[in-house]
C-alpha cells in the first residue's frame, strides 16, 4: 500500500499515474493507418513530442489556440525546432490544454488535440509498432474521456494563450484564417 503525503492538490496527483484508459487504437481505413492515443495529460504531451521524433526533418507546423480562436501555420519547419518549441509549454499545455497541435510530414500526420488526445495518420503501419514500443497497449476501443470540452468550453487561461503566441513566434509561423472542417476551402 502507497500513501501520498505532502502539499500535492488532488487534482494533480491522478495525472501522474497511468490510468486503465492509457493506450491506443488502430486501423486502416481507404488507405490510410489511423491511431488514437490516449493516457493522463503529462503522458499524452511527452508521448507526442516522442513520437513526433519520428517524422521527418522539415515538417508543416499548425498550431490553434481554441481559445482566442487564433490559426497560425508554417511549412518547412526545423522538426528540431518544433520539438523544443513544444517542449517548452508542454507544462502549461498538459495543465490547461485547448490547443491543437499538427506536425505534418510527407507520408505522416501527428496532432495533439484540444482535449489532450494524440491522432496519427500515416501511408504506412509503422506507427503500430513506434506505439507499442513506447509501452502502450492496443486496444479494440478506448474508454471515453469522463471530460471532454468543446471550443467555446475551454476556462479563460491567459497563460496558455501567451505560451501559444511565443511559440507561434519563436517559429516564425503565420497566423492565418482557419476554415471550418466541412466546409470548402
Known amino acids: 500500500m502507497v500513501f501520498i503525503r505532502g502539499p500535492h492538490p488532488e487534482a494533480s496527483i491522478w495525472r501522474h499515474f497511468r490510468g486503465e484508459g492509457d493506450g491506443f487504437t488502430f486501423g486502416e481505413r481507404e488507405g490510410v493507418s489511423e491511431a488514437m ?8 504531451v511527452e508521448l507526442f513530442l516522442a513520437l513526433a521524433e519520428h517524422l521527418p526533418p522539415a515538417v508543416t507546423v499548425e498550431m490553434h489556440d481554441v481559445r482566442a480562436q487564433l490559426h497560425w501555420r508554417g511549412d518547412d519547419t ?14 502549461t ?14 507520408d505522416d500526420q501527428l496532432t495533439l488535440t484540444p482535449n489532450l488526445e494524440i491522432f496519427v495518420y500515416a501511408r504506412t503501419d509503422r506507427w ?9 497497449r492496443r486496444r479494440k476501443q478506448l ?3 469522463s471530460w471532454r470540452l ?3 468550453e475551454f476556462a479563460p487561461a491567459a497563460a496558455m494563450s ?3 503566441r511565443d ?19
Open 78 to 91: 526545423a522538426l528540431v525546432d518544433a520539438r523544443d518549441t513544444i517542449a517548452r509549454i508542454k507544462g
Open 143 to 145: 474508454r471515453p474521456r
Open 128 to 136: 503500430l509498432y513506434l506505439l507499442q514500443g513506447k509501452g502502450l
Open 162 to 164: 501567451v505560451a501559444v
Open 37 to 44: 492515443v490516449m493516457a493522463n495529460a503529462d503522458r499524452i
Open 93 to 106: 499545455l498538459a495543465m490547461h490544454a485547448g490547443v491543437e497541435l499538427t506536425l505534418v510530414g510527407a
Open 150 to 152: 468543446s471550443p467555446g
Open 167 to 185: 511559440a507561434a513566434e519563436r517559429l516564425a509561423l503565420q497566423q492565418v484564417q482557419r476554415v471550418p472542417p466541412g466546409t470548402a476551402s
